[in-house]
């Protein structure tokens, strides 16, 4: 599959809406063999709940999820809304096991993240089915035109989301869109787009890999220095530390980069809540 570039009017769809789905990507027979790698990794993990840092940043650490997250096709498109000079700032893992609870509360991914400004676009990667029924993403149409709201310091019963990532005050819901997808389809939104997703009830794994590409341009607002991997281009600002690609590190060093990458992406990312809940109480 060689998916083009989004056109004027799906340009144009993302610029009104603050998402584009579904989008053309992978192959299902890619999605599938991604999938399996990342099940192999997680047959690796210690028994029990998986921990944060085992869905967080892993495109430092694994090699498939290093060429995953700078694969040309996706990049091609991001090309079109950030330009030619991309970075990485994380990636995460969300999966959501067959018939079960867990939800997305209504949010927007900009709110703890620190990045200035707002022209972080996720590309969420499917590599399984994620329908209606499984608990896809869901957006309210243009929201991404209202600011910056304020997130509540409450953790939504249920919610996968990091920390206490929902909206704390009224929203008007009334607008709103499913993005369905196919393994190996991804869809685009926007880091100020409101979004959530309902429980899975269907019989499969609902698994997603969703990227946060931002332009070398972009800069983060916390007390010291994030690190990011450079995809795309070249980085003229230096505003955060390259990250190492893991194909050129041994599998300890690998490890030990994603160990210390994670933790300062974590620590920063506290900071971000403590200073929004300071600054809205």
């Not at 650490?61 to 498109?77: G, K």
Request: charged fraction near 25%; proline fraction near 6%; include cysteine.
């Amino acid at each position: 599959m060689t998916p083009t570039r989004p056109s004027p009017s799906e340009i144009d769809a993302f610029q009104r809406d603050g998402f584009l789905a579904p989008v053309d990507a992978l192959t299902q027979a890619e999605a599938r063999g991604l999938r399996d790698q990342l099940e192999a990794f997680e047959r690796t993990l210690p028994p029990g709940p998986v921990a944060a840092r085992d869905r967080r940043k892993l495109h430092v650490r694994l090699p498939w999820a290093r060429a995953l997250v700078e694969d040309p096709r996706i990049l091609d498109i991001m090309t079109s809304l950030l330009g030619p000079d991309i970075l990485v700032f994380t990636s995460t893992f969300f999966i959501k096991e067959a018939q079960t609870d867990a939800i997305t509360a209504w949010h927007q991914d900009a709110t703890f993240f620190g990045l200035a400004p707002y022209e972080h676009v996720t590309a969420w990667v499917a590599l399984s089915e994620a329908s209606i029924e499984a608990g896809c993403m869901e957006f309210i149409l243009g929201s991404h035109r209202w600011g910056q709201l304020r997130h509540g310091p409450d953790v939504v019963p249920g919610a996968i989301n990091a920390g206490a990532q929902s909206i704390g005050e009224s929203i008007d819901t009334r607008r709103t869109a499913f993005a369905p997808l196919q393994a190996g389809q991804l869809s685009l939104h926007h880091t100020l787009v409101v979004h959530d997703s309902a429980p899975n009830r269907s019989a499969d794994r609902r698994i997603g890999l969703g990227i946060s590409y931002i332009p070398t341009r972009v800069r983060h607002t916390g007390s010291r220095r994030m690190s990011a991997t450079l995809v795309r281009g070249v980085d003229r600002y230096g505003h955060f530390d390259l990250e190492a690609d893991p194909r050129n590190l041994t599998p300890a060093e690998r490890v030990e980069a994603h160990h210390r990458a994670y933790a300062t992406y974590d620590s920063l990312y506290q900071e971000q809540m403590e200073r929004h809940h300071r600054a809205v109480a």
